[in-house]
């Protein structure tokens, strides 16, 4: 996946069939889909893909354990269908996870057991393993820093964990390998229109040089998710809220606060929230938030109260007391739900479902979904595409399609932590061999070496510090200071790499020296 390929590739191409605006989870998937299917197609994203809300999940691949209490039977069924299919397709990131809920009233241990045995059973063939009621010893056991005051029994059941960003830049290699065309830092700043008013293509700008490129197509996908509203502006004459955004919050800590492969899954919290502990990358991330947030952008920051809510909900499960001087990084992330027709509607009542609007204009519009049923929501948009747009009809072929690094991998294998890059791991020792200054690690205390950092430049289209250190190699978001500090090595590569000078070695630090310091607890007021 080469820059100027891609360029080269738009160039080239009067026409597309399907133009994806957005690269994140959505319109990622959507690539993949319409170019398995033949169809000629382009995506472009205005920053770099999975920038926004699908490198900040909490890194589940989960039917909703939640959605299933709310009754959302349909939406859990897919999700499990989903899941299932994305561990049989994206094997090196997506694994099976075991969480334990930990019950502290006599009759929470069979109330879940019920629950989760439903969800067992709704996941059919692709179900991951039963769900079972266990002993406060073997819940004891599972979670040996588990608060075991007023502790009664737990139980165990099984859902799926992955990597969020990595399956996006494996996505993206996967859609390009399917013949479409893909650009990050190409920013949509009009909608083509013909005199009836309808879409009939984009103008996008090159966010590195400023050229000006006309795209035309024949259907025009809007998947931006959180900044769905700013291209509805370029579309409607009458403005009106499609998403509104809900912002969740995770708090990265060393693995000695849950020194255990099990997840911990707090049901019920204080506020009615779910909270999931979960063994990531050999830390421990726990979250999430559920605020409803007025304005959106590309940098969330965690709020002051979903930090202190987060803190105290792990401080009541865990014996070995998180504070806020515990935490390795905290990163924001926000979710576009579709905007709930009754006002005043809590974001934790707002379905997870997806929905495609299709304005009269002819543009398509993505809303709300999760990362787990992308798959699913790039088939109903291609489908309505299909339909509305009058493409040829092909039928969807992706629940069968491998992501690009797709191996099955073992316990035994995630030892190794370039496990995530899957078939890509010997093209990665072979570079260590070929340019031995690539073996130098990136941070002292991190296996992550300037192999990785080159390969994230060279064939996934890293062009920014940010864009390696937090969505190519996960360093910010599981320790902010060890980023800053791995900045300038990556900085002075990404400089030789595409032929940058010096001062753009130190606007680069600086811009993610600020980037970095959002995830950084030491700069709230405490």
Known sequence: MKLNEQLSKLKQTPEWDVIIIGGGASGLGTAVDAASR???TILVEAVDFAKGTSSRS?????GGVRYLEQGDIALVREAL???GLMAQNAGHLVKNQSFVIANYTWWGGYFYTIGLTIYDLLAGKLSLGRSKYISKKKTIELLPTIEQ????????????????????INMAQTAVEKGACLLNYTKVVNLLKDSKDQVTGVQVKNQETGELFDLKGKAIINATGVFTNSIMKLNDTVYKKYIVPSQGIHLVFDKSFLPSDHALMIPKTSDGRVLFAVPWHNKIVVGTTDTL????????????SEIEFVLETAQRFLVKKPTRDDVLSVYAGLRPLAAPKEPGKSTKEVSRSHKIIVSDTGLITITGGKWTTYRKIAEDIIDKAIRVRHLPK???KTEHIAIHGHKITSAKDRENH???????????????????????KLHPDYDY???EVAWAIRYEMARTIDDVLARRVRLLFLDARAAIASSEKVAQLLAKELGHDEKWIQNQIAEFTTIANGFLLSDFKK
């Open 149 to 168: 005051k007023g502790l009664v029994s737990g139980v165990i059941y099984q859902d799926g964990q992955f990597d969020d960003s990595r399956l996006a």
């Open 58 to 62: 909490t890194k589940l691949v989960h």
């Open 81 to 83: 269908k989903e899941r």
């Open 293 to 304: 947030i007025k304005n959106h952008s590309l940098e969330p920051i965690a709020l002051e």
């Open 449 to 451: 070496t300037m192999a």
């Open 38 to 40: 033949g169809y000629k």
């Open 418 to 440: 370039l496990y995530i890059y899957g078939t890509d791991i010997p093209k990665i020792i072979e570079l260590q061999n070929q340019e031995p200054e690539l073996k130098e």
């Open 394 to 396: 092909k039928k969807c």
